[in-house]
């Protein structure tokens, strides 16, 4: 198993960037294929963005494609979530989550406000 804690959410005004971190400890990161999801208000859990263990593929939902960017650091145990150009409907709890065939494990979540 695997705990993740994610870091560097906040209030930000539309148009402007946040990254978000989430450090991973517990198991062997580099094993785990690792997401990004999101809840916004009165939202169900939504989909943003996945890297594969290697970091070589990644996949973005359409809402967030071009303007978001997923990486990692299996050196430093690390998922990040580039933000960048955020709108209000941006505006949410955001989970990053280690996923390793059907099992996932889903950090405390942190959020995100987009003021307009």
């Known amino acids: 198993q695997v705990m993740l804690v994610e870091s560097g959410g906040g209030v930000v005004q539309t148009g402007g960037s946040l990254r978000l971190s989430c450090a991973a400890s517990?198991?062997?990161?580099?094993?785990?294929?690792m997401e990004w999801f999101r809840q916004a208000p009165g939202k169900d859990y939504e989909f943003a963005a996945r890297?594969?263990?290697?970091?070589?593929?990644?996949s973005y939902a359409s809402s967030v494609k071009g303007r978001f960017i997923i990486s990692r650091d299996n050196a430093k145990n690390t998922v990040y979530l580039q933000m960048n150009s955020l709108k209000p409907e941006d505006t949410a709890d955001y989970y990053c989550?280690?996923?390793?065939?059907?099992?996932?494990?889903w950090g405390q979540g942190i959020q995100v406000t987009v003021s307009s």
């Open positions: 890297i594969s263990t290697s970091g070589e593929s990644t």
């Open positions: 989550v280690a996923r390793r065939g059907g099992n996932g494990y």
């Open positions: 517990g198991s062997a990161f580099s094993m785990y294929d």
